[in-house]
Structures are given as structure tokens and as C-alpha cells.
């Protein structure tokens, strides 16, 4: 594999259903060119812990994938509230999480704490009332 | 042990995936909140829970885990089962309770598929 493969998805905030659809094409992807599937695995739930967190927090937003020899490399963009206190929202078991988001089986305040496990470097830029922009990389 | 004799010690239906009832299970995961299914759980596991949405079957996809059982009487609607057999995933389905199902596979020989 020596080129770069770049895929870009929009994420809709309003439809819950269909959240982790962008997760599962890029697992796809990542499988059918051969990625060691460690790596596949990794990528692919730090991918879905944030779209997870693009629906359920942020309204929605974009999420774009590029994938090299080396490395993988995603970012998650957003116009949302942003992340008041990102070092709490780092802990886990905090979560902001409204009472039906809850009930849906996410809000347990895993999210960010385990796309930071799953990655090899994550960045989060963030700021009230505009937006979060998340990058993250997986290396191979 | 495989996923026919799960689903028979559980008194569980097939909802779909009939085809890998053969598939062998190395562990299992129970938990309602999907979050902690994806900070813990192994691949290849079966996943018991309670939670009936979706994000259940993205969940199992992203863990690699190849069989869903949902206690307590819940029933997956048609979109669940449509992204299951796309996933060629195994569903069951069981009205015994979470305790229950976890306490049964447990005695005959399943343990957790969890780091």
C-alpha cells in the first residue's frame, strides 16, 4: 500500500439510528485494503466513540480519515457548545450526558477516556460557544 | 462452546443467523452501557445485554464480537436485524434476566471475554 486514501464523512445530529455508520465504512475500508486488523480494531472504536460524541453532544459535524503506510490520521470536527472543562471530560465516568442520551446506553463517560486509550496521539481543540475540533492517529 | 449450545442452556430464540450456530464462543460480555462494552470487552466474544437500540449491533461490529443475546424478553425491531444479517452476525434472544443468563453460561464452562 503506497498512496494515501482520504474519505470524508458528514455526520448527522439528528439521526441517532444511523450514528456509527461512518465508523463502520472506514472499518470496511481499513479491512479490505489489509490493515493489521489491531489496528483496524483500534482506529475503529476511537472513530466510534466520536462519532458517537458528534451526535450526542455536538449536533453533528464532519469526520475526515487519512490513511498511510504509517499511519492512520482522523479528525472530528464540530460546531458545537464546545468542551467546558476538557480535563474533567478526560476523567472517566464524567460525562454531560443528558438522561435520554443515558438511556440509549451511551453518557457513561467512557468516550474520551477510551479514544485516548485506543490512540497514539489525540488533540483536542475547543473553544465555548464555537466548536471542538478532535485529531487523533493511529500508527501502524 | 458453541453458539447453538448457548442459545439451547439459555432458552434463547435465533432471531437471525441461523447459518453460524456452529461459530465458536471464547468469552462473553454483559453490560447494558455500550460504552463500557467498548472500553472493556475482548473479540470474538458474545454480548448479553439488556440494551435494545442500534448502537447495540454498531457496538458488537466495532468489538468484533460475533453474537448478540438480548435478555429480559427484549426483541430487536427490523432495522437491528437488517444490520445484524449485514454484519452476518448471530442475534438470540431470551427472557431470562441478566443474572440469570450470565449465571447459566457461567456453569457450564463460559467465562468473560474482558482485559
Sequence with gaps: MSMTIKLHFDVSGE???RAGEASGEVKSKLRQIGVDPAAVRRVSIALYEGEIN???HAGGGEIDVEICPEEITMVLTDNGPGIADIEKAMTE???TATESVRSLGFGAGMGLPNMKKYTDEMKIDTCIGKGTTIYMKVKL | M????IANVISADVVCGEDFLTREVPGAFGSDMMSEVLAFANDQSLLITGLCNSQ????????DMTCICFVRGKMPDAEMIKLAKERNMVILATKKRMFDTCGLLYEIGLRGGGK
Excluded: K, P, W
Excluded at chain 2, 56 to 63: F, G, K, L, N
Design chain 1, 93 to 95: 465516568g464524567y460525562s
Design chain 1, 54 to 56: 458528534l451526535v450526542i
Design chain 2, 56 to 63: 447495540v449491533i454498531r457496538t458488537a461490529e466495532m468489538m
Design chain 2, 2 to 5: 458453541t453458539i447453538g449450545e
Design chain 1, 15 to 17: 439521526d441517532f439510528t
